[in-house]
């Protein structure tokens, strides 16, 4: 256990924009995605699902973010940092929150799962030795993009989009929330 607390207490993300080849083979990205299923699930409902995407897949997303940002003008967006993240990425896997119909357990309880999902992922492939980033982008928010693009259903959404390649083995870290401050201690 202590691996793991230590991990927990240094764990950094590496940048997306400087991460390069290797990437995991198909069999040790599967074994990232069996660890980010080992979840919080209320119901067992299973609401998210993954879409990797390789090089190839990265460019094409690229060009069309690229192009609806450039549709959307420079006042909403910046079209190169709307697109960056694909134009350059290495490997990706985009968590889709596919939220199941359910009266017993409501729909934000199903967000939450997805984002669990997101940081587990990135936490399995960091303590594997790779680099890896979460990021999501206006792309990753834009109806169209998800339903061309990723061919999400209407009702799903990107939880996020996790990096994953080689990056650099140490990262200096970045300020860190007060805790203390942010923290309410109730007695009664």
């Known amino acids: 256990m202590t691996d793991a607390l230590t991990f927990l207490k240094t764990r950094r993300s590496r940048p997306a924009k400087i991460m390069t080849s290797p990437v995991p083979g198909k069999e040790a990205l599967e074994a990232l995605l069996v660890m980010a299923a080992r979840t ?11 879409v ?3 090089q190839a897949a990265l ?7 690229r192009s609806m ?13 709307a697109s960056h993240q694909f134009e350059t990425g290495v490997l ?4 889709v929150e596919s939220p199941k119909e359910c ?6 309880e199903q967000t ?16 594997s030795g790779w680099g890896a980033n979460w990021l999501s982008g206006w792309a990753s928010h834009q109806p169209k993009f998800c339903m061309q693009g990723l061919q999400l259903e209407t009702h799903e959404r990107v939880a996020g989009i996790i990096h ?6 140490l990262m200096p870290d970045r300020p860190r929330p007060d805790v203390p401050a942010l923290t309410q201690w109730k007695k009664s």
């Open 40 to 50: 919080p699930d209320h119901g067992k409902l299973e609401p998210w699902r993954f």
């Open 52 to 54: 990797v995407l390789e």
């Open 59 to 65: 460019r094409r997303l690229g060009v069309l973010a």
């Open 69 to 81: 940002a450039e549709a959307a003008g420079t006042d909403v967006v910046d079209a190169t940092k």
């Open 92 to 95: 990706a896997v985009v968590v």
């Open 103 to 108: 009266l017993k357990f409501p729909e934000i």
């Open 112 to 127: 939450y799962s997805a984002g669990a999902v997101c940081l587990s992922l990135l936490n399995a492939a960091l303590a």
């Open 164 to 169: 994953i390649g080689t990056g650099p083995a």
